[in-house]
């Protein structure tokens, strides 16, 4: 196990500092001159030289790289060009945003995607299981951001329900949660359709299994061996697709975080980007680098827990 | 930042927990929720070039020496009052007595020169340095007096110091004003949550103080026109002033709680051609482009409708424009044919696109236009970070479509043939120069008018419409500005009919 944890660390080191390479590289190469984005196109020549200069843009790539990942490995992630502060503030004024909307899509994803892929296989053949996939393959065509549009004009707009976007602050939990709502239901019904197929699928492989029916003969529950026998060996595949989904829903919520205009980083991230904004942008991928092969190493250590023969082939 | 944010939660956790409950609160306590599709990066308009920058902060936190009106004339602000010499070089202000900074400091000649040397410094970041470079000097001659000699005449001199460029600021808060700016205005910076909303509130200190309506103004960034939309329909805006999509003003036309105006801008949109490249160096090709561009379809086509053709470079709500629409009539065989007398038909023209809507479906409809005179036009729609380095900087393209909204921007005809549209004719250079020091109205009017006849004349650009100001207002809100002639606008007129 030690052996296995220190594999994933050094792993994790190297992911990141390929990424900061990576990131740093693209971000040199893309055109743009942030003097020029910020001070606009009526600016003199002289104006963006003292601008540069102040913002060290004149210093060879690699020491500007060095500098960088020094300043980040002692915790200070630097100024950024665009909003003139540092950008550890705007990413912790922003970090339990992003995070909150990830883990209630996530939660949301697994409780719909589980009840929805386990009654289908349950019915398999018969009109709830035609139902379920008929929805689920809906949610997989449907774009999230037409959902999320959706969703706003009928509950915001038509009913006046809930917020259609905005964010109040956490100082009042009640709105702050009235204003998740409608994200992490947008989140959640694009990623459990494809959740819900894979849940189906991984039942559907074990309920052939003869434990299976050996426990269907000796007259327990069909709800009881569903819960307690089908699932927990069809974890597997479903925890692949989770971790996955994960991932692609710390980032999705630049999507989400842009039709709700609600603060958090995918937005920053967006805002970055076109403010050529460097010290930032490489800092919030870093970030979801970061956040990304941590899913991933979480996912390995599920593994071990859900399947006692990984747990022995790793030893 | 978060303290004074927190004494405002309380009135903000109740705005947001009902749209219809926010439009009655708001309306109730003299507030007033105002859309921006732009967010500002920072809050300082003098180190910063974000037009969001200016419509929050200019002339509502900070005020400058000057203002102006919706219809761009100039009025007395932190300068009570002023004199011109005869030669029109030293101009003497006298400044207003007895104002304060939102930080209780008081306001006098001091800070003006702070101000403006800080802004000529030879390391200044302003955005609009130009506007300073007629200035010699600028003289303390008293407590509440400053003199500024100009090199030369400068006819936009008064106007140009009504820009937030030359917003007035303080030695002891200069450096905060990036995050919570400091000035003399009539509202005072209350908070800012990045990426969702910006407070201002009332200062009742102010001099005009019992004029102002609205004890606090929330602004809301909502990039996304779809979400902005749905954000006015339910209450939880009152106003969206740079509203991004004219394709769904029917619905607010429609609808008797909203007011949608269509106001002007001082963006002249053109389909700028790179005047050092062949085949636009030739004079038969611009013009043969001109007759093949049909304003009325990319107006249709791409603003709905809602914009002014423009033949030149110049506003038509300006004191001075001449309608020179009627310059090349849309005529594709004409256009056809001189294309084929110049040896160009049949050729490709790369046109490389901002990411701007407005921009972008021109475009479109510019290309099959082309097409039909016989022009192959690829489209090709770039970032903006790549347009302001191929294009603007090294001038690496054929012909791109873009809007020019600063005021008295014809002086980019007289830039050099190293600004972007590679132009340069020392005739036009000599009309600028008499334009820009010209302080006679009349006589300006003139100037400016021979000046929009040379550039359709020499079809400089394809000159396409100018960019409307269209805003959505709840309809029982007063006293907003339907079009600007500057980046900024007051908020202090604002107000609830009764």
Known sequence: ????????????????????????????????????????????????????????????????????VGGALRGDLGQ?????????????????????????????????????????????GRAGDWAIMLFSQ???????????????????????WLPPGGFPGWSDPVAAARALVLPTVALA????????????????????????????????????????????????????????????????????????????????????????????????????AAIVVTANFLVDIAYVLIDPRLRAGRA | MFTRFNTGAAALAAVALSGTLAAQTAWAENAVSIGFQQEPTTL???????????????????????????????????????????????????????????DGTDFDAEDVKFSYDRAMAEDSENPTKDIFKPIAAVEITGPHEITMKLNNKDAFFLFNIARGDASIVAPESVDAN???????????????????????????????????????????FISDPAAASAALLAGELDAFPGFPAPEMLPQFEADPRFVVVVGSTEGEVI???????????????????????????????????????????????GPAYVDLTGQYPHDVAKAREMFEAEGVSG??????????????????IIQAQLAEAGIDAKVENVEWGFWLDEIYKKQNYDMTIIAHTSPNDMRNFARGKSYFYGFEDPEFTALWDSISTEADDAKRTSLLQDGQKYLAENAIHGFLFQLPQLGVYDARLQGYWSSSPVLFEPLSNLSWTQ
């Open chain 1, 138 to 160: 809906l949610g997989i065509a449907v774009p999230v951001f037409w959902l999320s549009m959706l969703l706003v004009l009928l509950f915001a707009v038509k009913l006046r």
């Open chain 2, 44 to 102: 300082d308009p003098t180190s910063d070039a974000t037009a969001a920058i200016d419509g929050i902060v200019t002339h509502n936190v900070l005020e400058s020496l000057t203002t102006v009106n919706e219809a761009g004339e100039v009025f007395p602000d932190l300068a009570e009052s002023w004199t011109i010499s005869d030669d029109g070089l030293t101009y003497v202000f006298t400044l207003r007595q007895g104002v304060k900074y939102h």
């Open chain 2, 271 to 317: 389909l700028a051609m790179n005047n050092a490249k062949p085949p636009f160096d030739n004079l038969q090709v611009r013009r043969a482009i001109s007759h093949a561009i049909d304003r009325g379809a990319i107006i249709d086509g791409a603003m709905y409708g809602r914009a002014t053709p423009i033949g030149s470079f110049y506003p038509p709500h």
């Open chain 2, 347 to 364: 050729s490709t023209m790369t046109l490389r696109v901002p990411p701007f809507p407005y921009a972008m479906r021109s475009a479109e």
């Open chain 1, 80 to 124: 950024s060009y665009s909003f003139g502060v540092a950008v550890s503030g705007l990413i912790a004024e922003r970090l339990p945003l992003t995070v909150s909307l990830a883990i209630s899509g996530m939660t949301l994803t697994v409780c719909l995607a589980l009840v929805m892929g386990l009654t289908a296989a349950a019915r398999h």
């Open chain 1, 189 to 288: 019904l694009v990623q459990s359709a494809v959740l819900a197929r894979v849940t189906r699928s991984a039942a559907l492989e074990v309920m052939r299994l003869d434990f299976v029916r050996t426990a269907r003969a000796s007259g327990f529950a069909p709800g009881h061996i569903m819960w307690r026998h089908v699932l927990p060996n069809a974890l597997v595949p479903i925890v692949t697709i989770v971790g996955l989904q994960f991932a692609g829903l710390v980032t999705g919520t630049i999507v989400i975080e842009n039709v709700f205009y609600l603060p958090g980083l995918g937005r920053l991230l967006f805002q970055s980007i076109a403010n050529r904004d460097l010290v930032t942008v490489q800092a919030l991928v870093m970030l979801f």
């Open chain 2, 178 to 220: 990036k995050t919570a700016p400091i000035g003399t205005g009539p509202y005072r910076f209350d908070g800012w949550t990045r990426g969702d909303r910006l407070t201002l509130v009332k200062n009742p200190d102010h001099r005009d103080a019992d004029k102002v309506a609205m004890d606090k103004v929330t602004f809301r």
């Open chain 1, 1 to 68: 196990m030690s052996y296995f944890l220190a594999r994933r660390i050094a792993g994790f080191v190297l992911t990141l500092w390929a990424v900061s390479i990576v990131v740093f590289a693209v971000m040199n190469v893309l055109p743009g001159d942030p003097a020029l984005t910020i001070l606009g196109l009526d600016s003199t020549d002289e104006a963006r030289a003292a601008l540069r200069e102040r913002l060290g843009l004149d210093a060879p790539v690699v020491q500007r790289y060095l500098a960088w």
